[in-house]
């Protein structure tokens, strides 16, 4: 059992991936990702999963994988989206060195708008991310031991500001 050096939680586009990347380089750890585990674990994509499934499955799935993830992962990790809907996953989060990355709407709207790979922001992209962030906003910032803005700043700029803020250091 080993816990998780870094957590990165926030809206799809932030760059958690790619941000998590980057970091779990800095740090010479793995990174994990709770998406990507899903993906590889039922082969087939999380659009798909939305389809033919459903959300509450997809969601079932995640809140699986985000359990296993934790009690695994020593490296970097970061969460699906939505994962923090979950009140279990948030408990599991408490304590631990969790980032949440914001962003602002408009940047979200450049960002993922229109990438259909996105279920739930497949129709009306500015009202859904509204939408999703009035009500998710509360649970980042519940879990969030930091929080690290993503607004006008590179994947690198991002990852050197989650260091400073969590006081890490690189390998
Ligand atoms: C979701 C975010 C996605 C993915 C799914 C649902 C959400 O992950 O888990 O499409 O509810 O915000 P990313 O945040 O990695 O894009």
Known sequence: MSAPL???VGPM????????ELLAGRLGVAFRDTDAD?????GREISDIFVEDGE???RDLERAAVRSALAE???VLAL???AILDEG?????????????????EEAVKRVGLNTARPLL???PRRQWRELMDARRPLYNEVARVVVATDDRTPEEVAQAVLDALELKDA
Do not use: C, Q, W
């Open 73 to 75: 992962h020593g490296g």
């Open 122 to 124: 497949a129709v009306n």
């Open 80 to 82: 699906g989206g939505g």
């Open 13 to 20: 586009g932030s760059g958690k991936s790619t941000v998590g």
């Open 56 to 58: 509450d499955h997809f």
């Open 89 to 105: 996953t948030r408990e599991l989060l408490t304590g631990l060195p969790v980032a949440y990355l914001s962003m602002d709407v």
């Open 6 to 8: 870094i957590v990165l």
């Open 38 to 42: 899903i993906v590889a674990a039922e």
